[in-house]
């Protein structure tokens, strides 16, 4: 499938999806949107690609934003179903199953900071920024950033970040545990690439499982989450992974996954 603007490369079972607007910093328009929501789906069933990593072309930017072109345009009833609409996208790629990586290269701003935090993992160039500037547009967050920032580096500090629309620099992040790495710019998907190779070599049973277990922990109680790891812990060692897993441990040998 061909994107307007993304670019989608697999190889060894890994998807690079590239956002691919670098005139304007890849900026999120609504067609950038709708091409997010078909690659992700196309490779939510794609059996050849275990992980996923996303970034955005050149040097300057992950994402800068959203287009204020079409900002510009929303009114009361209109602007919420651009926000829901986002939403919907982005919660399909944090509940995907297959792990995605966001490799942040440069500006996360706005929709592009929303857009790495709905990502399983983060990791960054040094030059990266985040921010949820809305405020200095007269807006908030809208795709998820009040509830996801808060969660992730604590509501107080969250609160701040919002509220005053200030960048957050990338060893700033790191110490925030908003990205669990910070690399040079040129090494930054070399990185990116060799984590997802390392998830990519384990039982995918066993890793779709995990990501399941974990994406919930913000949503039930520690009581229901510990229910549901034991659920999911139940079908792990139903699958024809854990009887490979086991064996080769006590064997002394590499297991080999059949993903299964």
Known sequence: MSYQNLLVEKKDRIAVVTINRPDKLNALNSQTITDLKNAFTDLKNDEDVFVIILTGSGEKAFVAGADISELNKLDVVSGKSFAENGQA???MIEKLDKPVIAAV???ALGGGCELALACNI???SENAKFGQPEVNLGIIPGYGG???LARLINTGRAMEYILTGD???SSEAFRLG???HV????????KAVGVAAKIASKGQQAIRLSVKAVNIVDEVSC???LDYEASLFSIACGTEDFKEGTKAFLEKRKPDFKNK
Do not use: C, H
Request: charge should be negative; avoid cysteine.
């Open 105 to 107: 290269n440069g500006f």
């Open 146 to 148: 009040t509830q996801r």
């Open 89 to 91: 996208v982005f919660s």
């Open 122 to 124: 983060r990791l960054a």
């Open 183 to 190: 690399y040079p710019q040129t090494e930054l998907m070399e």
């Open 178 to 180: 908003l990205v669990n």
């Open 223 to 225: 009581k229901e989450g």
């Open 167 to 169: 960048m957050i620099d």
